[in-house]
């Protein structure tokens, strides 16, 4: 995998610049729900699968989290080709620049040639998390905690979004990846495995050539976002 993922490098390197501007920003807002505010990416976007995800080796899978389009990409090695075979919306942390410390409620980054790697999947259905806002000791993860080695940062991982699925598209955790309930049990099943390399891009950066590729290759069938965050019951739009 990662000599893999060294030839991807190789291979698109001189074309990143080229586009690195082709994702369409759509913005950001703000949802209330009981008593929790979310800030949110103002798109309508849910879990896409492009191949049965039977005929996936997980051996063959590696990630893309990207910061600027609130979206995990699973992506499969083929011989020398890289296929997109899902995307999920994701929540990462409060503040969307570089982790740099503890308590900055930043999401840590890393480039394609150093990515980041599950060291463990665990049940994390009893897990519960105080945010300090007042709701108390909830559970918050979901059914499973992908924990991921981010060197000189502890404790991120990838997860669910139980008590906080409307901040999903948005920005709200302190630190790790949110996904919906139901996508993390999804990813869990399908793609994810200790050992899989996940790259998580800066809110800057744009696609990868192979992920153009990738996409084009889809034709039609490849699902965009499109302006329009979806309000769960109970929530509303608010003003801050």
């Known amino acids: 995998m990662m000599k893999f993922l060294f030839s991807l490098i190789v291979a698109t390197a001189c074309s990143l610049m080229a586009t690195a501007q082709n994702t369409v920003d759509f913005g950001t807002r703000h949802v209330k729900k009981g008593s929790k505010t979310y800030l949110v990416y103002d798109v309508c976007d849910s879990m896409q699968v492009y191949k049965d995800p039977l005929k996936v080796p997980k051996a ?4 893309v989290i990207s910061k600027r389009e609130y979206r995990l990409y ?5 011989g020398n080709d890289t296929l997109l075979v899902a995307h999920y919306p994701i ?3 409060k503040n969307p620049e570089n982790k740099e410390r503890v308590g900055d409620m930043k999401t840590p980054e890393c480039k394609l040639k150093a990515p980041f790697t599950i060291s463990q999947i665990a049940d994390a259905s009893s897990w519960k998390h105080d945010f300090g806002d007042g709701r108390g000791n909830i559970p918050s993860y979901g059914n499973w905690f992908m924990r991921l080695v981010t060197p000189g940062h502890k ?3 990838i997860h669910g979004s139980t008590n906080n699925s409307a901040s999903v598209p948005g ?3 302190e630190g790790c990846i949110r996904l919906r309930d139901n996508d993390i ?3 869990k099943e399908h793609y994810a495995k200790v050992g899989t390399p996940v790259v998580v891009k800066s809110i800057k950066e744009g696609k990868y050539p192979f992920e153009v590729k990738a996409e084009k290759a889809l034709g039609n069938r490849y699902v965009a976002q499109r302006k329009g965050y979806v309000l769960e019951k109970g929530a509303s739009f608010v003003d801050k």
């Open 60 to 63: 063959n899978c590696f990630f």
């Open 74 to 78: 699973v992506y499969e090695r083929v």
């Open 91 to 93: 929540c990462y942390a």
């Open 155 to 157: 404790g991120i991982g």
């Open 171 to 173: 920005r709200d955790s």
């Open 185 to 187: 049990k999804h990813l």
